[in-house]
């Protein structure tokens, strides 16, 4: 199992340390073997080495379905008019969202990981607030092959194409018929699964401890019997939000701003108290790990700034390399 560190592939999270070499220390020290990097809107910083890259999270929109159907009524709804559309995605139909991710995934080719990426997911601002889907799981699982094919498909890439578990309308890893249609639907043939463990207690508001969250990600393992095998990789993080998504979904809140991006932003703090990307510090989540044994494991933890998340990472590493 080679284990990484999530990090975004731009100067200021590089600045953080100076330079590659003293990232590559940090990394030694916490007994990992590289990075899972994601694109942040720049050109990568220079000298970025050869292999430091081991996974790749491809660009992601929460909102793309209705983009990627063209149905400019719900677009419309959703934005007031086409030309804020258009500047929250670039453009207003299809093509922009399949540019979007062929250039992603040719900066991923570049660097030649392991693996990259791919949410399948979709959810609007007003329903992170509402829970009432727009789209049903199976409309989104469809559509999201669909798109890998058009992707993927009459080339050869230099990874496995991995799909992340969502808790929104989509792949959730609750359902094995959903996960069996998805698998079937997407062609490529280095295709597999990656089971985020903090998304997954998402889906469960009743959790409360990490030991009932490691339990019921066990549940889910057995739930899935042999498809379970698909899993290849795992982003390792926890999340006990249910008391909070109890006091604040069921209605769009009334001070909700007009303007969409800062929709998105309100939306995406919002997001962060349900997803909370914090440490497992309970040994009842080694048994599941031991489980899947996946070939790649990230540690996706968050931190306003590197000392805070290393912090974080610091627990999760000990853990897991038995020493605490």
Not at 110 to 116: C, G, I, K
Not at 140 to 149: F, G, K, Q
Request: charge should be negative; hydrophobic fraction near 40%; proline fraction near 5%.
């Amino acid at each position: 199992m080679r284990q990484t560190v999530s990090f975004p592939l731009d100067g200021r999270a590089l600045a953080e340390f100076g330079n590659w070499d003293a990232v590559e220390r940090e990394l030694r020290d916490l007994g990992c073997d590289g990075l899972e990097g994601i694109w942040a809107g720049e050109d990568f910083p220079p000298g970025l080495p050869e292999g430091m890259v081991i996974g790749y999270h491809l660009t992601f929109f929460s909102d793309w379905l209705d983009l990627y159907r063209e149905d400019h009524t719900a677009l419309e709804r959703k934005f007031d008019n086409m030309e804020n559309v258009r500047r929250f995605y670039g453009g207003t139909g299809r093509e922009t969202l399949l540019a979007a991710y062929r250039a992603d995934l040719e900066r991923a080719a570049a660097l030649r990981p392991d693996y990259v990426v791919f949410h399948v997911s979709d959810v609007s601002v007003e329903e992170t607030f509402t829970c009432r889907w727009l789209h049903s799981s199976e409309e989104v699982i469809d559509a999201s092959a669909e798109l890998i094919n058009t992707l993927l498909d009459g080339r050869e890439w230099p990874f496995a194409f991995l799909m992340e578990n969502q808790w929104w309308p989509g792949f959730t890893f609750t359902e094995p018929r959903l996960t069996e249609r998805l698998l079937d639907g997407v062609h490529y043939g280095q295709k597999g699964l990656l089971l985020d463990t903090g998304h997954l207690m998402n889906t469960n508001t009743r959790l409360r401890t990490q030991a009932e969250g490691a339990a019921y990600i066990q549940k889910m393992l057995e739930r899935h019997g042999s498809l379970a095998r698909w899993v290849r990789g795992v982003h390792l993080h926890q999340s006990l939000s249910g008391a909070y998504v109890a006091a604040h979904t069921g209605a769009v809140p009334p001070d909700l701003p007009a303007d969409p991006a800062e929709r998105f932003g309100v939306s995406y703090r919002h997001i962060l108290q349900i997803d909370r990307h914090e440490p497992w510090t309970d040994p009842a989540i080694l048994p599941v790990l031991e489980r899947i044994a996946p070939s790649w494991l990230t540690h996706e933890l968050s931190g306003e700034d590197w000392p805070r998340k290393r912090d974080a990472l610091w627990r999760q590493c000990r853990l897991l390399n038995g020493k605490i």
